[in-house]
T-cell receptor, first 106, second 112 residues
């Protein structure tokens, strides 16, 4: 069993839908990192959070330390949100989740 | 600031050749990392460094070497390229005060 699990592995949705990607972890945590990778592209840091909730534009990340669970939400999804979303438990090194491939259909 | 830069962007190597992938950051970060990402797969840590002169192995260090003579630079050396090293290589860095890593644009390497 991976130390960091993401669900779903793949997600296809219509433009405008509300998207939720889940991340559960079994290891000790200093912080949780959400990353985005477009097809054939680089890796962009979206959020780093250790408690509560953060918002940036249409993206919202939450974390529940007691339940060892984090979620990434996208409101009013757009085709340009199509990417792989990766959560990673952060410490001296990152422990990566398996990634969620999101496709938004116009 | 340029952030984390990597050169080259693309490279094709023949089996047995050697090369160095360059990584430079201008953010004065102490921590630097090298990852590889095989097609359709996740990131795997090759080597990392917590500061100049200090390096340590990650999950998949075999076939690679690193050095960290300055804070800014963290080159990755492939001595005898093998087809199994065909991958996209990402360099990343972070400061001591945060766990947030900043990634370079990647180097796509093909070994044939």
């Amino acid at each position: 069993k991976n130390e960091v699990e993401q669900s779903p592995q793949n997600l296809t949705a219509q433009e405008g839908e509300f998207i939720t990607i889940n991340c559960s972890y079994s290891v000790g945590i200093s912080a949780l990192h959400w990353l985005q990778q477009h097809p054939g592209g680089g890796i962009v840091s979206l959020f780093m959070l250790s408690s509560g909730k953060k918002k940036h534009g249409r993206l919202i990340a939450t974390i529940n330390i007691q339940e060892k669970h984090s979620s990434l939400h996208i409101t009013a999804s757009h085709p340009r949100d199509s990417a792989v979303y990766i959560c990673a438990v952060a410490g001296e090194k990152l422990t990566f989740g398996t990634g969620t491939r999101l496709t938004i259909i116009p | 600031n340029a952030g984390v830069t990597q050169t080259p962007k693309f490279r094709i190597l023949k089996i047995g050749q050697s090369m160095t992938l360059q990584c430079t950051q201008d953010m004065n970060h102490n921590y630097m990392y090298w990852y590889r990402q095989d097609p359709g797969m996740g990131l795997k840590l090759i080597y990392y460094s917590v500061g100049a002169g200090i390096t340590d192995k990650g999950e998949v260090p075999n076939g690679y070497n690193v050095s960290r003579s300055t804070t800014e630079d963290f080159p990755l050396r492939l001595e005898l390229a093998a087809p199994s090293q065909t991958s996209v290589y990402f360099c990343a860095s972070r400061s001591t005060g945060t766990y947030e890593q900043y990634f370079g644009p990647g180097t796509r390497l093909t070994v044939t």
